[in-house]
């Protein structure tokens, strides 16, 4: 850096010229699309609002996101807003109970524009251990989740991980594809009605083995 | 706790007040309980809280119970404390279930114990139990415009059945 600085007062006098030029502005632009540079800004400058809705928010939040252990400010996001207007990412961290439900879509509605949401924890994404009639069996019934991390509570690491799939589809890259990645293609399991509601033979056959093994 | 022979005296003299008021008598969980007819659930209460020597001028808790297969199939409970001698006794008001449609009914005790007022709401949230003269009866703790009594019995639990591939495989 401090070999670099004569050389940009060389620059700045018009005393570089022809190769060195060239190099001087190869090694200090860097040329990107306007999308992306945006994106990159926004996904390292998240507000994430001040909000909680049961146990996740109490072991989760603080413990894996706030505490100098785990720590999201590495990321850009401890400014924790306290008005969904000011805010820009809604973490929903607990079990969405029917009454909750119209409130949180007025939160989320009352977000400016671009908005994000994470649906933390087993409870807001599926319901979780509360299958009965006060609780809504997953958010993603009422409103839009970008990123839903499992888990009762998820693990610090997990958190901060869903937090790390959100920045990157922000920045317009979103991680998808890793079954190809991983050579995982066909393991795909359906629910009722899916297009392979049978598991496949190799499964089946590895499931059968496993279980021959536990009773011997 | 009144001791049996007490809990047949308390139970000899609101006879004699109130013929017919008292249904049943006796001891569960440790606890003395007077089961009564909820046309006298008031002058019971007031008795039980006005008389000198007895003086239960504390509502611990009010709640419901539901007893389906048995007849007469709902409960309200009214746990009565006496502060000075640390003294408690059950107040068990039955009531029967009045058919499709229609909802159980009793007086509300709001007058003589203020702290029901939300307890009654609350049994009213969940079971559908009208307490006749409450200030506001409106649901409590569920959505307003909610439909049914969740923790009746006959009440479905609710939730969606996860298809996990065991189930898939072994119940489709």
New interface residues.
């Given amino acids: 850096m401090r070999e670099r600085q004569p050389r940009a007062r060389d620059m700045l006098r018009g005393d570089l010229e022809g190769e060195d030029l060239e190099r001087y502005v190869e090694e200090r632009v860097v040329m990107t699309s306007f999308e992306k540079m945006l994106g990159w800004a926004r996904s390292n400058s998240i507000f994430p609002l001040t909000f909680g809705l049961a146990c996740c928010a109490i072991e989760g939040i603080p413990m894996s996101a706030v505490t100098a252990r785990y720590d999201i400010a590495r990321f850009g996001a401890e400014a924790g807003r306290a008005s969904p207007r000011q805010a820009d990412l809604i973490v929903l961290s607990g079990r969405v109970s029917?009454?909750m439900a119209p409130i949180i879509r007025r939160l989320y509605d009352q977000m400016l524009e671009p908005k994000w949401a994470i649906s933390m924890g087993a409870c807001s994404s599926s319901?979780g251990m509360?299958?009965?009639?006060?609780?809504v069996?997953g958010a993603d019934k009422f409103m839009p989740i970008d990123v839903h991390i499992p888990g009762c509570p998820p693990r610090p690491e997990a958190v901060l991980y869903g937090f790390n799939k959100l920045q990157r589809k922000i920045e317009g890259n979103p991680d998808q594809g890793w079954r190809a990645r991983y050579g995982a293609e066909g393991t795909e399991?359906w629910?009722?009605g899916g297009p392979r509601?049978e598991?496949s033979a190799a499964s089946t056959e590895a499931y059968e083995l496993a279980r021959e093994l536990i009773r011997a | 706790m009144p001791d049996a022979p007490g809990l047949e005296l308390i139970r000899g003299e609101i006879e004699a007040a109130h013929p017919g008021a008292v249904i049943d008598s006796g001891f569960a969980q440790e606890r003395a309980v007077l089961s009564i007819d909820p046309v006298h659930v008031l002058d019971v209460l007031a008795w039980l809280r006005g008389r000198s020597g007895h003086e239960y001028k504390f509502l611990s808790s009010l709640h419901a119970a539901d007893y389906l297969p048995a007849e007469p199939r709902f409960a309200v409970h009214y746990e009565l404390l006496n502060r000075d001698r640390v003294e408690r006794i059950r107040i068990k008001a039955l009531l029967t279930d009045p058919g499709e449609d229609k909802l159980p009914e009793l007086d509300s005790c709001v007058e003589l114990f203020p702290t029901a007022e939300f307890q009654e709401r609350e049994v009213f949230d969940f079971f559908g139990i009208v307490f006749r003269g409450h200030p506001d009866l409106t649901r409590i703790?569920?959505?307003e415009d909610?439909v049914?009594w969740?923790q009746r019995r006959d009440?479905?639990?609710?939730?969606?059945p996860?298809?996990f591939?065991y189930n898939?495989?072994n119940y489709g």
Avoid: C, D, H, M
């Fill in positions: 029917i009454k319901g509360f299958a009965n009639y006060a609780v069996q399991e629910a009722r509601s598991p | 703790l569920l959505p909610y049914g969740p009440f479905p639990v609710g939730g969606e996860v298809t591939t898939e495989r």
